[in-house]
C-alpha cells in the first residue's frame, strides 16, 4: 500500500520535476534566462503528452482487463475469433476505399454509399450495440 501510494507521488511529481529542472539546466547551457523559459515552455508541452500517452495506456489496459473478465470460462478463443472478425472487416473497408483514397476513382452517391455500407459493418464488427442504437 506505501509504494502504491509512493508510485502514484513519483508518477504526479516526476513531470513538473522534470520540466523544473530540464529548464534550468537549459538555461544554465545557454547562459540565458530565455532560453530557460523556452525550454519551460517546451518541456511543459512534452509532459502533457507525456500525461495523454499514460492516461491512454492505462485505459486500454483497463478494457483489455475488462475484456479478459467479461469472459467467464477464460477461454480466448471467443476473444480470438471477434479479433479476427474484426480485422476482416476492417480489411475489407481499407480495400473498399483505398480506391477512392488514391485518387483511382471518383466518388459518386453510389460509391458513398457502398463505403458509408462498409463503415456501418466495420463499427458493427467492432462494437455490436452501436450500430443497433442509432
Known amino acids: ?48 503528452i507525456y500525461n495523454a500517452l499514460r492516461q491512454i495506456v492505462a485505459t486500454l489496459r483497463s478494457e483489455h482487463n475488462c475484456m479478459i473478465a467479461a469472459n467467464s470460462n477464460r477461454s480466448t478463443s471467443s476473444i480470438a475469433e471477434r479479433s479476427q472478425q474484426n480485422l476482416e472487416a476492417t480489411a475489407r473497408a ?22 458509408c455500407t462498409i463503415l456501418l459493418d466495420t463499427l458493427e464488427a467492432l462494437n455490436p450495440g452501436f450500430v443497433n442504437n442509432r
Open 1 to 48: 500500500m506505501v509504494f502504491d501510494l509512493f508510485a502514484k507521488w513519483t508518477h504526479h511529481t516526476l513531470p513538473p520535476v522534470a520540466v523544473l529542472a530540464g529548464a534550468i539546466a537549459f538555461g544554465f547551457w545557454w547562459n540565458s534566462i530565455n532560453a530557460g523559459l523556452f525550454a519551460c515552455f517546451a518541456l511543459f508541452f512534452l509532459a502533457g
Open 94 to 115: 481499407i480495400e473498399h476505399l483505398r480506391p477512392w483514397v488514391e485518387d483511382q476513382t471518383s466518388l459518386t452517391e453510389e460509391s458513398a454509399k457502398a463505403c
